[in-house]
C-alpha cells in the first residue's frame, strides 16, 4: 500500500539531488563575503526548513490521530517526526562547520537562530523516549500525539520569537533583508526542492518497511497460531505496534489477545 | 555586531574552505546512506521471516523444523 509510486519518488529525488548538485558547483556564483564556503547554504538551510516543516507535519497528522483514533495517522505523525529528527541533526552539524568555517568556532550561544533551533530538536528528541516510557499502545499513541500537536504550535511561535530577536552573526534567510542574486535563490529553490523530495522518500520507505513487517507478523500470528505467539512477552518499542492498516477496534482486539 | 563580523571578514582561501564544504555534504551522504544501510539489514531480516514462514508452510505437518530433535509422537499441527 505504501510502496506505491515510491520508485517514482526515488528516480525524481535523485534526479532532483543530481540537478542541484550540478547548480550548486557549476552554476550557482560564488558569494563574495563568503567565497566556496557559502555552497553549505544550499544543504543547510533546506536541511534546517525541511525539518521544522517535518515537525509542523507531524502535528497535523497528530490532529487526524486524535480526531479519528486511526492508528495510522499515529504512524504517519511518528515516521514526519522520526525523519524530522535526523533532518535536524544534519542541520546541527552541517551548520557547526559551516561556523567553524564561517566565524572560527562551533558554536555561538549568543544568537537566537541557533540556540532556539537547538531548543527545537531537544525538545523532540525527548519524543522517542516518552513513547517508549508507555508500554500500552493506544495509551502511547494518544499521550505521543498530544506531544506532538504541542510541540508543533511552539514551532511557529519559535520561528516567529527569533525574527522578532536582533541577529547577531546568524543572516536571516527567507526575509525581506535576504537579497539573494537570481542563479542563487534558483539554486537554493532547486536545493529545498531536492531536500524536500529526499525527506518524502524516506519517509515513504520508513513506511513502507514498518507496514512490511506489521504484515509479516500477522501473516506469522496467524500461521503459526494465536497461543505460540500469546506466550511471547511483546517487546516495548518507541515505534507504532500497530498494522498502519489496521483499525482502532483491531487494536483493541490484538491487545486483549496479548 | 553580526554585520561588522560577517563585513570585516575575508572569504576563505579555496583551499581552506573546501575542507570545511566537502565535510558539510559528507554529513548529508553519510546520513543518507547510514538510513540505507539501516534499511538492507531491516530488509533482510524481514526476508529472513519470510524465509522461514515459507519453509514452515511447506513443510509436511508432523515433520521436524531444521535443526529441531525429531519425536516419537507426532506433534500437532498449528498451521491448519
Known sequence: MYGKGLRLLSISTVAAMALALSLVFFYAPLDADQGFLQKIFYIHVPMAIVALCGFIIGALLAIAHLRTRDPRWDMRSYVAIHMSLIFAVGALITGSIWAKGSWGHWWEWSEPTLVSFLIVFLLYATYQPLRFAIEDPERQARYASVFAVTAGAFVPLNFMAVRLSTAYVHPRVLGSTSNLPGPMALTFLVSLGAIGLLYATLCKYELTAKHTRAQLRALRRRLLGEGQDATKPRSRSAAPSVAPGATMSAQAASRSVL | ?80
Open chain 2, 1 to 80: 555586531m553580526g554585520a561588522i563580523v560577517l563585513g570585516d571578514a575575508p572569504a576563505l582561501p579555496l583551499h581552506e574552505a573546501g575542507k570545511y564544504v566537502a565535510a558539510a555534504y559528507i554529513v548529508l551522504f553519510a546520513l543518507v546512506l547510514i538510513y540505507v544501510a539501516i534499511m538492507a539489514i531491516r530488509l533482510s531480516r524481514i526476508e529472513r521471516e519470510l524465509g522461514e514462514l515459507l519453509e514452515g508452510v511447506e513443510r509436511p505437518a508432523g515433520e521436524p523444523a531444521a535443526g529441531e530433535a525429531p519425536t516419537q509422537a507426532p506433534r500437532e499441527s498449528t498451521l491448519a
